[in-house]
DNA sequence: TTGAAAGCGCTAACAC
DNA sequence: GTGTTAGCGCTTTCAA
């Protein structure tokens, strides 16, 4: 095993000093044009890089940005986490992603990890892990929240529109004729599926209906949860013509437990979802749903947290969602 | 932002010298049980946790793993990457993930990041890069390749028996009478890629049958590589009740171009994908492959990684896949 | 068994 | 502009 070069002997190499070496590698001061050039040749001759363990411990910061999502094999954290590592490409910061695994417990342990490994923020995608725990950590460590609202952390939380994206949603299937409904919803403790599930139930109220409780399923966010839910909602018996799912995922499960039950998509049931995961345009039939751009909230995220790294102040964001109608969706066939 | 505690706070508290504190830390000597109980006591009160920058500086290590995957939001790597944390969960090291994109110099990039940040061993998923630039790398830190062979490696590689899948696959497709082939293939410098085809052709072969070369595309492995590739097989007019894809994320794409040309699935043509990644069970209809447990190869990874860093020598690995019918293959309707 | 002291590779005052 | 000097928080000889 080779060892690794260091600063110390690119400055013997370049006959100047370590702090020569150093300022111009951060370019922290003036340095004559031809020492600089020295060094400069030198670094690229042994191919000398920074010992970042030795910067961090220097220089009082980590240069790592701490990301905790629910999940490492999620379509839509997945997504996120591909925005987050992008927006980081170009600067000296770089991720280092724990899933919490959909445990209260393991987020916790995830964000005490990041701590002691003295990352220099944290952004936390969406989670479960309460706000009571979040709000003394922020005074540890400026933390971005992702998908969630966290009282008392001021302006860095960015969030979609939920409400309007499911207004979106029902308003479709409204106009298309739909009277009957069933809904699955994520876990209660989640503020995001929260806001959805109460903006379904207020735009049918303004339409003049209200679905009965049974119809109304909890799947928790993910496929198996939205099919144990569409299978539950079947087995009540009750008639729906449309079943409205609060995520990709939980439709794409949701559709599984329909083609088990013979029932055809869109003929029989509409279905939507909700996040417009990259896979969603690929079921049969192809998923109507609400385009969440996570991605780009995967950049944003990283960018503030950037701009709370630089000292300033980090700005709320609303990502707006939009409508994407595919084939999953059509009028009922009686319509009752 | 409040300043975390350090082992010298610690020792001063319990009245002991920090090297005493390092001692119990990592239990590197006998130390008064007395002494190991109050200063257990004041880690507890401080909620003491050491610097990792400062334990990689001093001791040589980093107590991380790095690991090169092709993306991070892939159903199928995205699995890998959860095995390795949960199996590196116990242990005081730490993955750090960087995705190569697909894109060879970016995957290069990676690698030399990692050995920058000084890393103490290298999984490396899949990854496109070629293995000349691998061998030298491997002089500087242990490297364990996943799901791919690297000639001078030696035991350190993680690899499933694709010939055995793709037989599997073939097999059942004939016996079930399929005669008219059509094949959408990873890319060419995949060295497993290369093996799921060559052990298709074979089978093949050894049936009397040999498709012709404009029902072979290729498709990258990827979703959308999928669809195009099989929107150019429907193109040709040739032919075909049995659509094999060397992977599942190709067999979704592909499934819906199926499902735009109006082919059904299997009545028209069969669907064959390969690694059971989880969603490819929620497709509709759920999609017959071979499994390869991705999880576990995760797993498999981070314990030889480990055992590598423990000074053992590594124990090739070769998985065996297992054939998993569902609803996407069905006899031909009109056997040829 | 324990403490003192040196040093890991770098940054950041502080002089010059 | 540039070099010298202290550390950053920990581990690890080396003595005692």
């Keep these: 095993m080779l060892e690794p070069v260091t600063l110390a002997q690119v400055a013997r ?11 111009i590698l951060n370019g922290t001061a003036n340095v004559a044009p031809d020492k600089r050039v020295r060094v400069e040749a030198v670094i690229a001759r042994l191919n000398f890089r920074p010992n970042p363990q030795a910067q961090a411990l220097a220089g009082g ?22 925005g987050i590592e992008a927006a980081l490409n170009d600067t000296p910061y770089h991720p280092i992603v724990i899933s919490g695994q959909w445990r209260t ?46 009282q ?23 106009s298309l004729g739909h009277r009957q409904f069933a809904y699955i919803s994520g876990a209660e403790r989640q503020s995001d599926a929260m806001a959805r599930k109460a903006a ?16 109304m399923e909890v799947g928790h966010y993910l496929e198996d949860g939205g099919q144990g839910a569409a299978e539950r909602l079947l087995a009540t018996g009750l008639p ?12 794409l499960g949701a559709r599984l437990a329909l083609y088990r039950a013979g029932r055809r ?8 979802g909700f996040d417009d995961v990259v896979t969603s345009r690929l079921m049969t039939p192809p998923l109507t749903t609400v385009r969440q751009a996570i991605y780009d909230i995967g950049v944003s995220a990283a960018h503030e947290a ?24 059509a009028p009922p066939r009686r319509p009752s």
């Design 13 to 23: 190499e370049a006959g100047v000093s370590p702090s020569t070496v150093s300022r």
């Design 61 to 82: 910061r980590s240069l790592t940005i701490g990301v905790v999502t629910p999940s490492l094999h999620s379509t839509f954290y997945g997504e996120a986490l591909a």
């Design 105 to 150: 417990e393991r987020e916790q342990e995830a964000l005490n990890v990041l701590l002691a490994r003295r990352v220099d923020a944290v952004i936390l995608l969406g989670g479960i892990v309460d706000d009571e725990v979040l709000r003394p950590l922020a005074q540890r460590v400026p933390i971005i929240a992702v998908g969630r609202e966290v």
């Design 152 to 174: 008392g952390l001021g302006e860095s939380c960015i969030v979609l529109d939920n409400a309007l994206g499911m207004r979106l949603i029902a308003q479709h299937l409204l």
């Design 200 to 215: 379904f139930l207020s735009c049918l109220h303004e339409a003049g209906l209200t679905p009965p409780p049974a119809l």
């Design 240 to 251: 729906f013509t449309a079943l409205v799912c609060a995520n990709d995922q939980m439709a």
């Design 265 to 272: 998509v869109p003929d029989d049931v509409s279905l939507t």
């Design 306 to 329: 950037l701009k709370l790294l630089d000292g300033q102040p980090a700005q709320r964001h609303v990502f707006t969602p939009e409508l994407v109608v595919r084939d999953s969706t």
